[in-house]
């Protein structure tokens, strides 16, 4: 099972820098990590090309057994290029971040990346928790 869960990991860092777009990187997708511990923090940021038919923005965190998504209202050229989305506590899985624009006569593009939430038990995979701040004064 550790063989798979390393192959795993290193399909993921080779795919991590891939996201897949429609309408010339119209949006990316930039997450926090690529790998994270469960219950997992997730912060993806969506950056959206200005563009005065964008309507509305969906960001979702698919994975085969937990889904989670979130919807933004977009208003054309003043909307703003940067969005921020947290998912909290998604546990263990293989997740599809997708951010999905869609304009007034439908999609417009999207993205696509791959982040992996691990267990307690995966303690190889997992990136290392931060050092301890030092004490205040």
């Given at each position: 099972?550790?063989?798979f869960?390393?192959?795993l990991?290193?399909?993921?860092?080779?795919?991590?820098?891939?996201?897949?777009?429609?309408?010339e990187?119209?949006?990316?997708?930039?997450?926090?990590?690529n790998?994270?511990?469960?219950?997992?923090?997730?912060?993806?940021?969506?950056?959206?090309?200005?563009?005065?038919?964008?309507?509305?923005?969906?960001?979702?965190?698919?994975?085969?057994?937990?889904?989670?998504s979130?919807?933004?209202?977009?208003?054309g050229l003043?909307?703003?290029?940067?969005?921020?989305v947290?998912?909290?506590?998604l546990?263990?899985?293989?997740?599809?971040?997708?951010?999905?624009?869609?304009?007034?006569?439908?999609?417009r593009?999207?993205?696509e990346?791959?982040?992996?939430?691990?267990?307690?038990?995966?303690?190889?995979?997992?990136?290392?928790?931060?050092?301890?701040?030092?004490?205040?004064?």
């Amino acid at each position: 099972m550790k063989t798979f869960h390393r192959l795993l990991f290193a399909a993921v860092l080779f795919f991590a820098g891939i996201s897949t777009s429609g309408g010339e990187d119209a949006v990316t997708i930039r997450l926090s990590e690529n790998v994270l511990r469960a219950p997992a923090y997730l912060r993806i940021t969506v950056l959206v090309e200005k563009n005065k038919d964008n309507r509305r923005l969906r960001v979702e965190a698919d994975s085969p057994e937990y889904y989670r998504s979130s919807e933004t209202a977009l208003e054309g050229l003043s909307a703003p290029r940067a969005h921020d989305v947290v998912f909290r506590s998604l546990p263990e899985g293989q997740y599809q971040i997708r951010a999905f624009v869609e304009g007034m006569d439908g999609p417009r593009a999207r993205a696509e990346r791959t982040a992996i939430v691990v267990g307690a038990g995966d303690k190889d995979l997992a990136p290392p928790p931060p050092p301890p701040r030092p004490p205040r004064r």
